[in-house]
């Protein structure tokens, strides 16, 4: 009998608003890698990859490294979690319960300012679990995927696009076992997706307003990186925006700030076992 399973979160606001558990039941969802430079990275550094759940944000890749609130300080403002950058403000209010958690999202800035988000959610996931998607969803995978494709890597291109789940041959569904590969790729469009790891599932579903493009990024980190200490990690990360580098986004491929200078959103994660 499949039973749904009451979310809750944990977040560190001091050590970059880090979401440091996501439990649905009795299991906890976040994969952790402890890493004591986590606790002292400053804005500009280099990424550190402690686990968790991290909030990336105006770009994924690029300068900054995974963005600049994921190495700022947040407080608590009222209801709401906050950061401050150079930018822009970003506001979380975050709440589990029975029927799931929703966490809400608001971004204010000069209108018309562009950036990409994601909710860089490091899964702890066995080695036949799943990731379930709408068939024929547009894939896109990028330049660290030319070894593993049926064809050669097309001359300049920053990214493919093929269709879900195996996109130029590559089957990204499967999460395992490991076999020494690395891969990114943005599930263009698709705003919810579902985790299988034996009897449970967690279901992540993004909403926005009309025009924003919303998609789900996927790192799966079978040990494949980083050199030459490579060690497994699986990131399903609903996100705005369709490519992993803001400085690469074209028309229609990343967030914008609307005139009234806030742009809103909302992640939903609901849980089950059976």
């Known amino acids: 009998m499949v039973t749904d399973r009451p979310v809750t979160a944990r977040t560190d606001l001091p050590c970059g608003g880090r979401w440091t558990s996501l439990r649905a039941g009795g299991r906890e969802w976040l994969w952790h890698r402890p890493d004591p430079a986590r606790a002292t990275a400053r804005p500009g ?3 550190v990859d402690a686990g968790g759940l991290e909030e990336c944000v105006p770009t994924v890749r690029g300068t900054p490294d995974h963005g600049d609130a994921w190495s ?7 209801d709401t979690d ?3 950058c150079p930018d822009f403000v970003l506001r979380r209010r975050v709440e ?3 029927a799931g958690l929703r966490a809400a999202y608001e971004l ?7 950036f990409l988000w994601a909710a860089h959610a490091l899964l702890d996931l066995g080695p036949d679990a799943r990731l379930r998607a709408p068939g024929s969803t547009a894939t ?3 330049p660290e995927a030319a070894r593993l494709l049926e064809r050669p890597w097309p001359a300049g291109a920053r990214h493919v696009t093929g269709p879900w789940p195996a996109p130029h041959g590559l089957r990204l569904d499967r999460l395992g076992p490991d076999d020494g590969t690395a891969v990114g790729a943005v599930l263009t469009g698709c705003p919810s997706v579902t985790v299988t790891d034996g009897p449970d599932t967690l279901t992540m579903s993004l909403r926005a307003d009309a025009g924003v493009p919303v998609s789900v990024a996927l790192w799966r980190n079978l040990r494949g990186f980083p050199a030459p200490a490579p060690y497994r990690s699986i990131g399903v990360e609903p996100m705005l925006g369709s490519v992993f580098d803001l400085a690469e986004a074209g028309p229609g491929e990343a967030a914008t700030v609307p005139p009234g200078g806030t742009l809103r959103w909302e992640l939903r994660i609901t849980a089950t076992s059976g």
């Open 45 to 47: 550094d280099a990424f």
């Open 108 to 114: 204010r800035a000069e209108p018309g300012y562009r």
């Open 96 to 98: 589990g319960g029975p």
């Open 72 to 78: 700022r300080p947040w407080r608590r403002d009222g």
């Open 140 to 142: 896109r995978l990028f």
């Open 82 to 84: 906050l950061v401050e």
